[in-house]
């Protein structure tokens, strides 16, 4: 758990310098914003870490705010790239995973 709060508190930083510095688009800015993201960042953090210890491919994710809560989606997909160390992020937008792909 002190690691998942560790986590969001780094996505916190980072999004507040990223938008200091101007890289993240007012969209991108405003979706890490809303509380629904850190709920959907730390759900995809826990998918992806149980994932790499334990080979465990259950998602850990509310199905209906991913399916109807932007913010979450957006969240949901930061925390499991983020947490398995995918490295996807767009390098124009803050570091934030903002697809619309449903393959996460």
């Given at each position: 758990?002190?690691?998942?709060?560790?986590?969001?508190?780094?996505?916190?930083?980072?999004?507040?310098?990223?938008?200091?510095?101007?890289?993240?688009?007012?969209?991108?800015?405003?979706?890490?914003e809303e509380p629904?993201?850190?709920?959907?960042?730390?759900?995809?953090?826990?998918?992806?870490?149980?994932?790499?210890?334990?080979?465990d491919r259950r998602?850990?994710?509310?199905?209906?705010?991913?399916?109807?809560?932007?913010?979450?989606?957006?969240?949901?997909?930061?925390?499991?790239?983020?947490?398995?160390?995918?490295?996807?992020?767009?390098?124009?937008?803050?570091?934030?995973?903002?697809?619309?792909?449903?393959?996460?």
């Open positions: 758990m002190a690691t998942s709060i560790k986590f969001l508190a780094a996505v916190v930083a980072a999004v507040a310098a990223a938008a200091a510095a101007g890289c993240v688009s007012e969209n991108a800015q405003r979706l890490a629904n993201f850190q709920v959907g960042v730390g759900d995809g953090c826990a998918t992806a870490t149980n994932e790499a210890r334990s080979f998602k850990q994710r509310d199905a209906y705010l991913f399916e109807n809560d932007e913010a979450y989606r957006a969240g949901w997909r930061q925390g499991y790239l983020s947490c398995g160390d995918r490295g996807l992020a767009n390098e124009t937008d803050g570091g934030l995973i903002l697809g619309q792909d449903n393959e996460y």
